[in-house]
């Protein structure tokens, strides 16, 4: 059976940091990603990370501030998130997909249930 939980998600003051973190059981991955989805907004993109490789790639919108990183013995992935702004506030997603380093939310198959990042200005 999937799972994919997070935690690590609650509120901070603008110019804070949190760190998410993903824990994954029940398959295998190519690559594993953060989404995230603001209040009337489609879900984007936010940093992927080749599970065999371990390179990352980022949505400019988040480069130099978030570090998506992981750990293969513990089948764990995180994302450090500083200089936090209000607008980086959503639910943010732990993604896996079969497909090499994809940005596109329909390609990836399996979805945790979310975490609630809130950024106060």
């Known amino acids: 059976q999937v799972h994919l939980v997070e935690s690590g998600g609650g509120l901070v003051q603008a110019g804070g940091s949190l760190r998410l973190s993903c824990a994954a059981s029940?398959?295998?991955?190519?690559?594993m990603a953060w989404f995230r989805q603001a209040p009337g907004k489609v879900r984007e993109f936010v940093a992927g990370?080749?599970?065999?490789?371990?390179?990352?790639y980022y949505a400019d919108s988040v480069k130099g501030r978030f570090t998506i990183s992981k750990d293969n013995a513990k089948r764990t992935m995180s994302l450090q998130m500083n200089s936090l702004q209000p607008e980086d506030t959503a639910v943010y997603y732990c993604?896996?997909?079969?497909?090499?380093?994809?940005?596109?939310?329909?390609?990836?198959?399996?979805w945790g249930q979310g975490t609630q990042v809130t950024v106060s200005s």
């Open positions: 993604a896996a997909s079969s497909y090499d380093g994809s940005r596109s939310a329909p390609l990836y198959h399996y």
């Open positions: 029940g398959f295998d991955s190519v690559t």
């Open positions: 990370v080749r599970w065999s490789g371990g390179s990352a």
